[in-house]
């Protein structure tokens, strides 16, 4: 079974903080890695996507990938309350298949 | 980034009907289109992987008898739950795969059904 760790949490930040949000994955294989935000009703929405190994940065968030560990996450610098959603992992699994494999999500809470 | 439709945006149908939920991709052609299923503070479960022009490839324990996926166009594909029961009662989403050297898949607003 493919799968993909979240902290469900709430995670509570203070405005204006740095929100860390981190997903482990078990398929050794997978080759792409997303971070979308999902608001409560809503469907997901893509967020950042990384492939290789180290830091991608996009304006507030940056994403970080180590495939040796097997661990992705999110950073979001400078935290808005409208920031606060869920966010939801997947993974792209090995053997060729493009259905993504998501986590459960970790639910932020940016504390005005 | 892509824009998906669905259709409807929300269902409700009494135990033992079908009902069917469009997806659309609105700018651009799309080969292949997945369907997601997501329960009450559950994350999104990959139901099926829609082909345009060939047969739908199902996910382990998904019924293929009773989620009938239709993949008639480069621009539409359809799920129809058949004989619906509560269970069935979820939110479906779909999905396109914007294929570049990634696999960059963009979401449909999603459709929520209801079973009485």
């Known amino acids: 079974q493919k799968e993909v760790e979240q902290n469900s949490g709430p995670l509570s930040v203070p405005e204006g903080a740095i929100a860390s949000l981190n997903c482990t994955y078990s398929?050794?294989?997978?080759?792409?890695f997303f971070w979308y935000r999902q608001y409560s009703g809503k469907s997901p929405e893509l967020i950042m996507f990384?492939?290789?190994?180290g830091d991608k940065e996009d304006g507030r968030f940056t994403a970080q990938l180590n495939k040796a560990s097997q661990y992705v996450s999110l950073l979001i610098r400078d935290s808005q309350p409208s920031d606060s959603a869920t966010y939801l992992c997947?993974?792209?699994?090995?053997?060729?298949?493009?259905?993504?494999?998501f986590g459960k999500g970790t639910h932020l809470i940016i504390q005005p | 980034g892509a824009v998906v439709s669905q259709h409807p945006s929300w269902v409700i149908c009494k135990s033992g009907t079908s009902v069917k939920i469009e997806c659309r991709s609105l700018?651009?052609?799309?080969?292949?289109m997945f369907w997601y299923r997501q329960f009450p503070k559950q994350s999104l479960m990959l139901m099926a992987t829609?082909?345009?022009?060939?047969?739908?490839?199902?996910e382990q324990g998904v019924e293929k008898d009773k989620f009938l996926i239709n993949h008639a166009s480069l621009t539409l594909s359809t799920l129809t739950v058949t004989s619906a029961h509560p269970e069935d009662s979820s939110f479906y989403i779909c999905?396109?795969?914007?294929?570049?050297?990634?696999?960059?898949?963009?979401f449909g607003p999603g459709t929520r059904l209801t079973v009485l």
């Open positions: 999905s396109v795969n914007r294929r570049r050297s990634y696999n960059e898949q963009f």
């Open positions: 398929d050794r294989g997978s080759q792409s």
């Open positions: 990384i492939y290789s190994n």
């Open positions: 997947a993974v792209t699994p090995s053997g060729g298949a493009d259905g993504l494999t």
């Open positions: 700018d651009f052609q799309a080969t292949t």
């Open positions: 829609s082909n345009e022009g060939s047969k739908a490839t199902y």
